[in-house]
């Protein structure tokens, strides 16, 4: 079980793009940590370009949520 609010990393940005043979390949670069809702099912705006200030921001809205001990269960995508 976890709490409502977690932290996961940011969906990459690519940058640049090149074909080599049959394949294409992407250059990615990362942006940081959103914080997840794990109630609502979605990411939540904005993105923190560290994990500490993801974790800190995380930390506030689970004890500001209704119900702070409230757990949801794991989701496995398998």
Do not use: W
């Not at 914080?35 to 004890?63: F, H, I, T, W």
């Amino acid at each position: 079980m976890q709490p409502r609010f977690v932290i996961v990393p940011a969906v990459p940005i690519a940058t640049e793009s090149f074909h080599s043979g049959g394949r294409y390949y992407a250059n990615t670069l990362s942006s940081g940590f959103d914080v997840y809702d794990n109630q609502e099912k979605m990411r939540l705006k904005p993105s923190y370009a560290n994990k500490g200030l993801a974790g800190a921001a995380c930390a506030k809205m689970n004890m500001e949520s209704r119900n702070p001990t409230e757990l949801f269960p794991v989701l496995r995508s398998e």
